[in-house]
Each structure stands twice: as C-alpha cells, then as structure tokens.
C-alpha cells in the first residue's frame, strides 16, 4: 500500500494545504519563488501537515484554523532541510539537486530564512499562548540540533544516548509537535494532546532510526541519493554505532571520510550490513514503534486512531 | 553628548536587557555560545531596546514585561547581522571580525539561526496576537530584504524607489516595530503606538542614510571598516546614487568592483564626496529627520518625548 493511500480521506485536505504552501512562499522575488518553488515540489511525504490533521480529528476539526498549523509546520521543517543541506554539504536531495548546489550556500541560506519567516507568519495565526511557546521551543531545540549535528561529525566516541538525542532534536520533536499542535489548535484537552505528542515523538524516532537504516540497505535509485552518505559525511547512525562494537570494523569505519576509495567505502557498507548492525537497529525501530502504539491504545478509538496506527505501522515497515 | 548621556535614565533597565540578551543565548554548546557571545559583545548602540523602552513609557511601563519585547526585537537584530555578514562577504563589523570569518559562513548560518530562535521564545512571552503579527510581518519583510539587497548589487540602473525600499526593509522597518510594540506591550492605544511606528520608520530612515553617507564621510577607525565597503561590495547607496546623475562619475563609479586597484576606489570616493551628493544625501536624511520630529509632537510631552526627540536629532547628526 502506498502511504497516501492510508490516508486517502484527508486527500480534499492535504490538496488545500498543498495550495496554501504555495501561496505562502510567494513572493515578488522571482529567484526566491523559483528556489523555494524547486524545494516545496520536490515534495516529501507531508508527513507533519498529515500528522496535523489527523490530530486534530480528536478535537474540534476544522480546517480553516488547523490548516495553519499544518502550514507553519511544513514550512518551517522546509526550511530546515535548505540549512541542512548547507551544513551537510548534500547536493542532492530526494533524487532533486539541492538549493545550495542548483545556485549557492547563500541562495540556501536566505531561501532557508525566508521560508522560515513566512511559516512565523502562519503561526500567528494559531491564537493559542500555548500552542505559541511549544512551538518556539521545538525551533530553539531543533537549531540546536544543527549544531550538535556538525559538533558530533566524526565523532566516533559516541554512544547511544548521543544518536537518540540527536534524531529527537532533528527529527521526533517536529513529529510530536505537529500532533500536539494539531490537537491544541481543535481544542482538544491536554490528556489528549500530551498522549499526541507521545505517539509522535515515538513514531518519530522510529521513523528516523529507519531513515538512517535505509541509508544502508536502499538502493541509490530508491533514496534519490548514494547508498552510505551518511557515513561519507561522518553522520554516525544507529548501524555504525552497533557496528563499531566489533573492535576490526570499528577501525575500518573510523577510517571513512569524504576522500576514501569509493570500493572501500562499498566493503564497510557491506559489512556494516552483514554484522547484524541493520537487525539491532531495526529491533531498536521497533520498540519506538510498539510504544506509538500504545500511546493510540489511550486515545478514542476512531477512525482518526485507526489512521494514525497504519501510519505508524507503515513507517516503521517501508522499504524507502 | 555620548549617545548613552541621553538617555541615562534607563540605564538599570537597559542593564537589565543587557544581562537578559545573554542569558537569552546561552546553550549548552561551547562554539555557540562563543559565537553568539561574540557578537553580542560586539555590542553597537542596542538603539532597538532603547526605542522599545521610551516607547513603552506612553502607556503602562512595566519593565518585566515590556524587557521581552526588548530582547526579542534586539535578537532579531544581531542574527539579521550574522546572516548579513554572510551575504556581503564582510569581514568586520564595529572594527571586530564578523563571525563568518572568525569562524566560516555555515557556522555564522547557524549562529544567526539559533539567535533567531531565541528570539521566538521571547516573542511567545508578549501576549498580544497584534504584537506577533506586527513582528512576523516585519520578519518577512527583512528577509525579502536580504534578497533584494543580493538582486540590487551592481544594478547601477536602479533609482531612489529602489534604494528608499531597500532600506525601509533593511533598517526603517524593525525601529518602527520597537516604537510600536513598546506602545502596545504597554498597552498604549493604537493612535499613539501607530504614531511612533511612524516617528521610528522616519528616524530609521534618516538613521541608514547617514549610515550609508559615514561609508564615505567617515575614517575607517571610526567605521571599523575600510571606508568605500558599500561601493566596493556593490551595494548602492543613496551618496551613490546622486553622484551617478554626472555621466563621467557614474561611467567611473561602474567600473568599480572587487578587483578594482585601490588607488582608483579612494578617487573615486573623493569624487562622490566632492560632488555635492554627500550634501544631497543629507538634505534627504534631515527631511526624514524633521517628520520623525512632527510625530512627536502630535505625542503626550512627557520627558520620554523630549528623549526620543534627543536621540533622533542625536541620530542625524552623528558623525560615526
């Protein structure tokens, strides 16, 4: 099943907020409209908008106001994959050329603040203190976690705890909010929305835990970009830190950069994959996922939770 | 008089930002810290804070409420600089090394990011939905003006419209906001926050073009920067823009780029300053000057209004 198929209800929904995404990032600046038109066509799964909506079911649904929410979400996540991109050097990004590669690192840059001050405005719409201060927080914990991301690069030393506190940053905390805040928005009561945020930020985790395993197993076709740049870029993921525990592949994947020997490179990706590395991640992915579901288990068994479960589901179980 | 001299009365509150601006910044990761601490230490005239708080002394001051709309708009400021540096290449700011060559352009990229951050979580404490759509308003217009500024370098063909919106953008447009939000943190009524929205919009613009003017007029000990940087760096400025209505200083003055022998720049400088557009410029910035005055006078004259009125004549005739 494909995953807009999951969701198709929301499809009316979803095509609003597709609309309303493109009227936010217009501007009377022609290459701003063209490096923020190549970035929000390159499209994405809209996982956060849908994750919005589907939230917000368990309260006062109404798409005038939650498509707010929906919109500053996935602006604001927008604009962080453009600064991503330049920190991370990517020049190719779901199969597309990244901004920063198709023009500049400043066309990234101020294209980046743009969207990110486009998706400010989106949020005042959302006349909710609460909803206001959660969300600043998440920007705050997810600059940081720019930071954290360049600081641990290469960084072999690292444990567990780091990695988890890395993709909650870049990834779950984003995830979880949009649930929160969709809920917030409906005015649903906080034992619904704390629950919300929980299930998100698991199914986050377990979504980026996947994420950083498929960078290992998919193919280059499949994730639009080469097999193993994560490891190239000296990200360290889930896979390498499980396979560093064997002493010999250790120093084999400490000596990866950027200029090693591409059959090199080939090899240690291959054995990263034959130790077990991918079965322990994936086992790690799992439990992340188990407890989304618990979290749905507390919630009103409706067709939103229904949802919300093959999401989950079909996230932890996609291939690319 | 010292700048500081005029409104000296503010002093323990302005102490009060200037400890608050630094808790505000503070992450637990060193080179961000240091980065952010940088710049801030950089210090410049914390104009912004001031206008906020004499604002706010036409309605309810409190200063534990009114300190949140200081340090926000102060923040959104110093990132706006760091990301500037940026897109102008700049080495030095207020005679100190910009970020981006203390460090590198992505570290002043997320540098800016997460100061800007920081400031939402300041924004989300002002409970006033009027406030945050003023502010993201602002926001967006500043960063369409980090573009727009990128689009107009080496225009030379551009006329004082271009130039007048640039600047509103770049400097007018966040003064005007402190004036507002001041008043409106305050809860002053909407003639009066609407009118110092006006006499900071005015006064901004008389602020850049003297700004713009000291690029040449000044020393580069006072500028902290090599006089010229704005012609060098193709940013064309309003002394420039009068100086190219003579045919053969224009032919000259487009022929300056980059690479241009310095030898020929420092003529070319002379010729501008001897060609009667510094005096037009000024001529310019003084009418900006005196409607910023008759705002004022449509105020309450308290000594708030006599202070404002200091610093904007302050602000015109500064030499550095």
Redesign the interface.
């Known amino acids: 099943m494909k995953f807009k198929m999951i969701y198709s209800f929301l499809k009316s929904d979803i095509d609003l907020i597709e609309k309303e995404l493109k009227t936010a990032i217009d ?3 022609p ?2 409209n063209e490096a923020s038109l190549h970035l929000l066509s390159a499209g994405g799964k809209r996982i956060r908008p849908v994750f919005v909506l589907l939230s917000a079911k368990f309260g006062d649904y109404d798409i005038n106001s939650i498509k707010n929410v929906a919109v500053a979400l996935e602006l604001i996540h927008s604009a962080s994959l453009v ?1 991503d991109d ?2 991370d050097d990517a020049d190719l990004r779901r199969g597309k050329p990244t901004i920063k590669s198709q023009w500049d ?2 066309t990234a ?2 294209t980046g ?2 969207i ?3 998706s ?2 989106y ?2 719409k959302i ?1 909710n ?1 609460e909803a ?2 959660i969300l ?2 998440a ?2 914990e ?3 976690g ?3 991301q ?2 641990d690069k290469y960084r072999f030393e690292q444990g567990l705890k780091d990695y988890l506190r890395r993709i909650k940053r870049k990834t779950a905390l984003l995830i979880a909010v949009s649930c929160q805040l969709g809920a917030i928005a409906a005015g649903a009561p906080s034992e619904i929305h704390r629950k919300l945020y929980r299930f998100g930020y698991y199914v986050g985790m377990s979504f980026q835990i996947t994420d950083d395993i498929l960078d290992f197993t998919a193919s280059e076709k499949e994730l639009g970009k080469p097999a193993g740049s994560d490891l190239l870029q000296g990200n360290i993921t889930l896979p390498v830190l499980y396979a560093m525990n064997d002493p010999r592949l250790k120093e084999r994947i400490i000596n990866v950069n950027e200029e090693v020997d591409r059959a090199i490179l080939k090899q240690v990706i291959e054995d990263i994959k034959g130790c077990g590395a991918i079965e322990q991640s994936h086992a790690l992915s799992f439990r992340y996922l188990k407890k989304a579901l618990e979290e749905l288990e507390g919630l009103p068994k409706t067709s939103a939770n229904k949802t919300l479960r093959d999401i989950a589901n079909f996230i932890g179980k996609r291939k690319f």
């Open positions: 501007s009377r600046s290459l701003l600064h330049v920190i690192n400043k840059m101020y603040d743009y990110f001050a486009r400010l405005e949020m005042t006349e203190e206001h201060k600043s927080n920007i705050v997810l600059t940081v720019e930071i954290e360049i600081k």
